[in-house]
C-alpha cells in the first residue's frame, strides 16, 4: 500500500514517540506532534483520513480536554515499514511484540 506523506509523517511520528516499545503500542496525539512536522491545525484531517484507510485505529473518550491515542494497524505498520525499507531508513521499533 502505498501511503501519502502525510500518512507517513504520522506513522514516523508515532515511530519515533518516546511511548511504546513496538509500533504498534501507538501513542498519544500530542506525542504525534512533537515527533512530526504535523501541525496540530493539520492532525484531524490526517487522522480521519488515516483511520478511513484503515492505517490507524483511535481511542479516548472524546471528551473537551481528552489526549487521543493513536495506534496503528497491522496494515498500518507493515504499510509504514515497506515505505521506510523503499527509502531506506529503518523503523525505529519493531512492528510488533512477534517481532521484538
Known sequence: MKLTTLQFKLLQG???SEYGNVL????WT??????SDITAR?????????LK????N????GGRDDEFTVT????????YAEECTNQGINTKK???????
Open 24 to 27: 504498534m503500542d501507538g501513542t
Open 53 to 56: 484507510a484503515g492505517l490507524i
Open 72 to 79: 496503528p494497524t497491522e496494515l498500518g505498520a507493515k504499510a
Open 94 to 100: 519493531p512492528l510488533s511484540w512477534a517481532k521484538a
Open 58 to 61: 483511535v481511542g479516548g473518550t
Open 30 to 35: 500530542f506525542s504525534v506532534l512533537d515527533n
Open 14 to 16: 508515532i515511530d519515533h
Open 42 to 50: 493539520q492532525l484531524p484531517g490526517v487522522l480521519a483520513g488515516a
